[in-house]
């Protein structure tokens, strides 16, 4: 059977004469005035000679549509939905509907849903048919409709978004107030860098949607975020109705192009830290599930320690030592309080630094697997250095300091920190759980006074340890760690680090900059949209934005 075209009568009797002038013996090249060769003008009265009918191109102009353009005349198509056949190296693509346009010389396709980024093959199979055996590839949904997340309010929308780039194993999509320069870029970075050294490091990503690439899609974040992930994604369509959310059932990221051109940062955009970051959440949401909350000095340190596994060094760095970074004054390593990217920071050195006693970056990946509850790192870390987690801690802290080459105190070539870390800005310090700070020791002989009893001390100078009270660290600094190992998250007892008994000296910290920029990158990295994170992402939009 065929569909076949509304053609007006003196159409198909104009065709029937032409037809019958072609079979004529010698009709084309002899008698008559103005005889010609083939494909030329000649005694049909002057038109041209009907072009053999043939498909010449085909596209997809959202997820549910293909077109195939056609070239030369014809009455009619095949009407069968398997003549049609869409096939891709992730697999067929069924028909449900077939259209026929003769003024348009087009055949539309109503397809069940495109997988993105795919190279399909339209062939068409109809013995007897001027097209049969015809076949064009064409690259899926031009276009394509997103649920995304308003961040002023966390309400969902739909937008539809054009494919920029497509790569082995990444596609990005973008909206109009979103196109920027540097796809094509973030692209390459993803492929040969990104994705095969995370995947390596941690776990293997998922293909939810079965097309074997993650989607990036890019939006005007309004100044709210430079990316984010949404793990809802990871639900299917059916689960996510039962829930009550929306979900595009894919391996999939948000980024603010624009945002990251002109926001907060001004760095420009690039690839080097949002991608990463934001990945490395995507796999996270692999091993680690959907409905329970993150402990995210685990999720969010370790995000920032794929930074370091795609580039060798996080360029954030610097921020660990500098002044405007608050650590001085103490911040919790495990209790997050989503005010400022002092604990991003804080929480790459320590892995990084946990990291280096393991072996190096691929220990990232043991750490990774861990669920992040202190309790579990701590049995870890008593079962793969024999010291648990506040041992570990102040022997980081230490290595921050002394930065020795090789061992305990140093971070064997993971890191060069370009300094010292900022000590305190006055002589005793309340500390939090896992809070440590460095006490100014103006003289030698200096013993803390007052302490908590959960707070442990050691004096560093030059490039040794002193491990004994009255430290002799002229010069150098006392650190103060609150090791309290049963903290409470949600109401956190504060102890004091106590003072060492000596004229408090000041340090040379301008206390102009004290807070100043203490967000800096915090405004890039939202904590995943998931329903048990809903309240920490509140908390850093607050901290990142102020309401």
């Known amino acids: ?113 495109q997988k993105l980024g795919v190279t399909y093959f339209l062939t068409i199979k109809h013995p007897g048919s001027p097209l049969d055996q015809d076949s064009k590839q064409f690259l899926s949904a031009d276009t394509a409709t997103f649920w995304a997340t308003d961040f002023a309010d966390f309400s969902d929308f739909e937008v539809v978004a054009t494919r920029l780039a497509v790569g082995e194993k990444i596609v990005f999509y973008g909206t109009d107030a979103s196109y920027i320069d540097g796809v094509d870029e973030a692209l390459d970075v993803f492929d040969n860098q990104i994705f095969p050294k995370e995947t390596a490091v941690f776990n293997a990503m998922g293909d939810l949607d079965g097309n074997g690439k993650m989607v990036a899609l890019g939006l005007d974040g309004h100044g709210y975020y430079g990316g984010y992930f949404g793990p809802v994604n990871s639900l299917t369509q059916e689960e996510a109705e039962q829930l009550g959310f929306k979900t595009n059932s894919m391996e ?55 930074v370091h596994v795609v580039h060798g060094v996080n360029p954030s760095l610097w921020f660990y030592t500098h002044e405007s970074s608050m650590l001085g004054d103490g911040q919790s390593l495990v209790i997050w309080e989503y005010s400022n990217y002092s604990q991003y920071i804080q929480a790459y050195v320590f892995w990084t630094y946990v990291a280096s006693r393991l072996g190096g970056v691929p220990n990232y990946g043991d750490l990774f697997a861990l669920d992040g509850d202190p309790a579990n790192i701590d049995a870890f870390l008593q079962a793969e250095l024999g010291q648990g987690l506040a041992a570990t801690q102040l022997d980081f802290m230490t290595a921050a300091y002394l930065q020795q080459p090789t061992g305990s105190y140093g971070f064997d070539g993971m890191l060069q920190l370009g300094g010292v870390p900022q000590l305190a800005s006055s002589a005793s310090v309340d500390l939090p759980p896992f809070t440590g700070v460095l006490l100014s020791a103006p003289s030698n002989g200096v013993s803390p006074i007052g302490a908590g009893g959960s707070v442990v001390h050691r004096g560093v100078v030059d490039s040794a340890p002193d491990l004994v009270a009255p430290f002799d660290v002229a010069g150098g600094a006392v650190i103060a760690l609150n090791t309290d190992p049963n903290p409470d998250p949600e109401n956190p007892a504060e102890q004091s680090s106590g003072t060492l008994g000596a004229a408090f000296a000041g340090n040379p910290r301008s206390s102009a900059l004290r807070g100043g920029g203490s967000n800096n990158e915090l405004w890039k990295h939202p904590p995943p949209l998931k329903p048990a994170n809903m309240d920490a992402v509140r908390a850093w939009r607050k901290a990142a934005h102020g309401f």
């Open 252 to 306: 999939m990221l948000y980024i603010s192009f624009p945002d990251l051109v002109d926001g907060p940062s001004g760095n420009g955009w690039s690839p080097e830290q949002v991608l990463p970051h934001e990945f490395s959440h995507l796999l996270y949401n692999e091993s680690h599930g959907l409905f329970d909350s993150d402990w995210s000095w685990h999720n969010e340190g370790l995000a920032e320690c794929a």
């Open 1 to 113: 059977m065929s569909l076949r075209a509304a053609f007006p009568l003196a159409l198909l009797v104009c065709v029937s004469v032409a037809c019958a002038e072609d079979e004529s013996p010698g009709g084309s090249s002899e008698g008559g005035s103005g005889g010609a060769g083939a494909g030329e003008q000649g005694g049909n009265g002057g038109n041209p000679v009907p072009t053999e009918a043939q498909m010449v191109a085909a596209s997809a102009p959202d997820e549910h549509t293909v077109v195939a353009e056609l070239e030369g005349t014809l009455e009619e198509v095949p009407d069968v939905l398997s003549a049609y056949e869409l096939s891709s190296d992730f697999g067929a693509l069924p028909v449900t509907s077939i259209d026929f346009d003769a003024a348009a010389n087009t055949i539309t396709l109503t397809t069940e849903k």
